[in-house]
């Protein structure tokens, strides 16, 4: 994870000089603002990558004698495809329409099913083809 830390090291530099010469530039209190958000969230990322590399063994890849063949075998879970999504988005643009209309009745629908939809979502994979 040094690798990924030194990125984010980086682009905190990056932003830490851009956000002032942006603001004087520009006078612009919302691009500056923007821009000093970005500024914390990449030392933000930094120091939690940062803090862990020196905490964990170094991966395959941040050793100078590593190989390809230690990083073999598996890798983690990688869903199938779902529909699950694809509901759980609708419902949300129904609240959106909903909310737009002032029809509170049908946003109260909408967060119904959207529920619904949310839960068959995070329990997908315990029953049917995909469950473990």
């Avoid at 209190?29 to 862990?52: E, N, P, R």
Wanted: charged fraction near 15%; hydrophobic fraction near 55%.
């Amino acid at each position: 994870m040094k690798a990924e830390a030194w990125i984010f090291v980086i682009t905190g530099v990056f932003f830490t000089l851009v956000s002032p010469a942006y603001w004087v530039i520009t006078n612009d209190w919302t691009g500056t603002s923007a821009l000093v958000m970005t500024t914390f969230l990449a030392w933000m990322i930094a120091l939690y990558l940062g803090f862990h590399a020196s905490r964990m063994d170094p991966r395959p890849e941040d050793r100078k004698d590593g190989d390809i063949v230690e990083g073999a075998g598996e890798l983690g879970f990688f869903p199938p495809y779902s529909w699950w999504p694809l509901w759980c988005a609708l419902c949300l643009s129904l609240i959106v329409y909903a909310i737009a209309l002032g029809a509170w009745w049908l946003v109260i629908i909408g967060f119904g099913l959207g529920a619904i939809a949310l839960c068959g979502w995070v329990f997908e994979y315990y029953r049917g083809e995909h469950a473990h």
